[in-house]
């Protein structure tokens, strides 16, 4: 059985992280069932284990917080689902490289229910969409802007971390990171491809799609 818990307040990022870190040893120790948490945090950037320190562009913005999770620096707060998913991949398969892609294909069924067309890209980290209506890159690529970010740890093959969806967060807020490391793209939210989303709408959405994807 999965637990879905979600905050209705934002989350410190601190708190989150010990909670989740106790959840993980009581799911490893058989003392809990699998969980994924919704929830929103404060306005913060979080540096993964590739982060460089000249992607942090304005570091006095906003808190910063190491971590451990895979991926480069991004950022979270209000107007954000998180997503943070505990589960057991002994059960369900231990491929770091699987889990990851499922958490790629939850985010783009989830998007789908919105009618948005959500993409990876080789090299890149997260979820993307197409941005037919800008103009495109010096070299003509055509313009991408990332909607999800996708960052993950494991212990004895717990995972926890998990994603984010921008709904509507405030996107001028990334403009204090590189975000994942990636200068030539944009960033975009659900509001602001002209849906009026909410996040009770994203979580209905991730619930459905997560049995799709997982199995439950």
Known sequence: MVEWITSAAPVEYETAV???EARVA???DGRADEAIWLLEHPPLYTAGTSAKSEDLVQPDRFPVFETRRGG?????????RVAY???DLNTRGKDVRKYVQH???WVIAALAEF????MIREGRVGVWVAR???PPLPDGTPREDKIAAIGVRLRKWVSFHGLSINVEP???HFDGIVPCGISDQGVTSLVDLGLPVTLDDVDVALKRSFAQTFGG
């Open 18 to 20: 010990a909670e989740m």
């Open 26 to 28: 009581a799911i490893r």
């Open 72 to 80: 480069q620096y991004t950022y979270h707060g209000p107007g954000q």
């Open 85 to 87: 998913a505990m589960l």
């Open 103 to 105: 958490l790629e294909a």
């Open 115 to 118: 009618n948005v067309d959500g």
């Open 132 to 134: 037919p209506e800008k």
């Open 170 to 172: 405030d996107l001028s």
